[in-house]
């Protein structure tokens, strides 16, 4: 049984700081991951995503995966106010293989 | 931009009703999916949907509940019998050929 593990947080930042977000996961052979971001009360809406190790970089955020030591973090530069949500990581094979998620990390910067 | 819509936005049914939850994926995806949110718990995988079938189905996924495509357009999740542990965000998802899956709003199911 796949299992994705995140810290809950509430990880609280100052605004423009970098926030950094973490992921374990539990089975060696995962290939791909996806960060996620679900303000409260809302559905998860779709950040990054990223199978090689390395990092990955879009606008402000950076996914970086280290196989080896199955580990995915996410790297937020110049957080706002408007960051604050809940971070989750998801686990994905291939397909339309379902995604594992993480309970995910609650983010709160502070202006 | 296209987006997946899911109706009614919240459900109030009593214990042991019927409920169906509706989804319209975006257009041109194959692949669908229910996951539900349990307050304060992690996103969990229900079942995935591809070319009239289920693909996968999770032990969550029992004999209460159902999934169809009754027409081009809708995705339904229905439940027989509701339990007061089936209160939860219920979302559809869909994704095209490759892996993005994006989700729609959520249907907040509370069953009293």
């Known amino acids: 049984q796949k299992e994705v593990e995140q810290n809950s947080g509430p990880l609280s930042v100052p605004e423009g700081a970098i926030a950094s977000l973490n992921c374990t996961y539990s089975?060696?052979?995962?290939?791909?991951f996806f960060w996620y971001r679900q303000y409260s009360g809302k559905s998860p809406e779709l950040i990054m995503f990223?199978?090689?190790?390395g990092d990955k970089e879009d606008g402000r955020f950076t996914a970086q995966l280290n196989k080896a030591s199955q580990y995915v973090s996410l790297l937020i530069r110049d957080s706002q106010p408007s960051d604050s949500a809940t971070y989750l990581c998801a686990d994905w094979n291939s397909g339309n293989t379902p995604l594992v998620f993480g309970k995910g990390t609650r983010l709160s910067v502070i202006a | 931009e296209p987006e997946v819509t899911q109706t009614p936005s919240h459900q109030v049914t009593q214990m042991g009703q019927e409920v169906i939850l509706r989804c319209v994926p975006i257009s041109n995806h194959l692949y669908f999916y229910w996951y539900r949110q349990i307050l304060g718990q992690k996103v969990e995988f229900l079942v995935s949907?591809?070319?009239?079938?289920?693909?996968?189905k999770s032990e969550i996924f029992d004999d209460q509940f159902s999934v169809e495509r009754p027409d081009g357009s809708n995705f339904t999740l229905k439940i027989r019998s509701t339990k007061l542990e089936d209160s939860a965000m219920y979302f559809c998802a869909s994704s095209a050929e490759i892996y993005e899956q994006y989700f729609g709003p959520g249907t907040r199911l509370t069953v009293t």
């Open positions: 990223i199978y090689s190790n």
């Open positions: 949907f591809y070319n009239n079938e289920i693909s996968e």
């Open positions: 089975d060696r052979g995962s290939q791909s």
